[in-house]
């Protein structure tokens, strides 16, 4: 989301500040990295520099990450903590161009719940999902479009989602090679911002138990031929946000 004009007039928190009253996301309190109270997941970082900061919220996962973790320290101007219904979120001020775009990561959780639906459809948290989660429990370039409420609005464009809001294929597909795939047989957990996703296979469907693959929603097929490791995916697809 695109917030140049509020960051231009305004200044970095006051900016913010504008653009979650426009978007009407009520919260308890906004502030700048280096003020977080004691209370936020990141007050620890808050004596670093913006590039030390990065580094040290993604280093469990930096050989993983490498390549998003790299365009952050490159293009973050600022970080700031929103704390929202309970929820604290880390905001990435990005200007990978002209314009000052939003990054949002939610705050860390220990293998959380995954929705009702996917449970019963027999899913236990991926091992790297879970692995991510403990960085941010939701993470990427935030819309803000749709839902009622701060956390609702945030996650329709390119972004890893968090655990409650993960989905099951809506219903069968196939795949490239005619694979039969039912409505149980994908995890969705990251959106596109353009109405496709990538989800976990089923472990049956290949030799990686937690591989994964992309859902053309407009063809209505999973490119299953191209399916790959969870962390060099996404490390591809945010790299891909500063091309």
């Known amino acids: 989301m695109y917030i140049t004009s509020y960051v231009k007039e305004h200044g970095i928190q006051e900016g913010l500040a504008k653009f979650f009253a426009q978007k009407r996301m009520p919260y308890e309190v906004l502030t700048l ?9 990141w007050h620890a970082l808050r004596d670093m520099t913006l590039a030390e900061a990065i580094a040290g919220v993604f280093a469990p996962l930096a050989d993983q990450f490498s390549g998003t973790v790299a365009q952050l320290q490159e293009h973050s101007r600022a970080l700031a903590c929103v ?12 200007r990978p161009y002209a314009d000052d775009i939003l990054w ?11 929705p009702e639906a996917a449970q019963t459809a027999g899913w236990t948290l991926p091992e790297p999902l879970a ?6 429990n939701g993470f990427g370039v935030s819309d803000v479009s749709g839902g009622a ?3 609702a609005r945030l996650w329709n464009a390119v972004c890893i989602r968090p655990a409650h809001r993960l989905e099951l294929l809506a219903w069968e597909t196939e795949g490239e090679d005619g694979v039969a795939y039912e409505p149980s047989d994908m995890l969705f957990f990251f959106h596109d911002g353009g109405g496709d996703y990538e989800g976990f296979l089923p472990k049956e469907a290949s030799d990686d138990p937690w591989e994964v ?5 407009e063809e209505d097929y999973v490119e299953d031929s191209l399916a790959g490791d969870f962390f060099e ?5 945010f790299e891909e946000q500063f091309a």
């Open 33 to 41: 990295l280096p003020d977080a109270p004691a209370d936020c997941p």
């Open 104 to 114: 949002i990561g939610r705050e860390p959780a220990d293998s959380p719940p995954l």
């Open 83 to 94: 704390h929202a219904a309970g929820v604290w979120y880390l905001l990435y001020v990005v």
């Open 233 to 237: 995916t996404m490390d591809e697809w």
């Open 131 to 136: 692995n991510f989660y403990r960085i941010h």
């Open 149 to 151: 409420g701060f956390d």
């Open 213 to 217: 693959a992309y859902y053309n929603h």
